[in-house]
């Protein structure tokens, strides 16, 4: 970490055929071994399936999807006096946003449809839904915060 100043938040392009910025990040967590022609092609053809579906705008869809897996709580370990703690935490926007999508993508992943683009379109209905296996991992993690709400005096 250098000591003379903070690195520079480099900016995210918006994407071109949503013109958003949250589908560029999900583009680039979803891409493997920077083959972005193909994850582009997923997420497009995901959301086009969930706009049919829905009956309601991809984009509206997808930032509602986001937004319902998005946590507002977490744990974090916490040493103190050789003793380690579950801490509850608010979460950061930033981090909210980027849990969320790594949450869709992990479940769509390991759902059971035939296609990658068939996997994703379900998740991200299911989120859009609130429900689905991305939903239960942000309830698990406010759950577990709501447990250690008494060692919330160690927040520092």
Request: aromatic content about 8%; overall charge positive.
């Amino acid at each position: 970490m250098s000591r003379r100043r903070s690195a520079n938040k480099r900016g995210v392009v918006e994407d071109t055929r949503f013109g958003s910025v949250i589908v560029t990040k999900f583009i680039n967590t979803l891409m493997y071994d920077g083959k972005r022609a193909i994850a582009e092609k997923v997420l497009y053809s995901a959301l086009e399936d969930a706009e049919k579906k829905a009956k309601k705008p991809a984009a509206d869809v997808f930032a509602e999807a986001v937004n319902n897996v998005k946590p507002s709580l977490e744990v974090r370990s916490k040493r103190v006096g050789g003793a380690t703690y579950q801490v509850p935490s608010e979460v950061r926007a930033v981090r909210a946003q980027a849990l969320a999508i790594r949450w869709i993508i992990s479940s769509a992943r390991g759902r059971a449809e035939k296609t990658m683009p068939d996997r994703l379109c379900a998740e991200i209905l299911d989120a859009y839904n609130g429900r689905g296996s991305a939903i239960k991992r942000r309830d698990d993690m406010h759950r577990m915060a709501e447990a250690n709400r008494a060692f919330a005096h160690y927040r520092w």
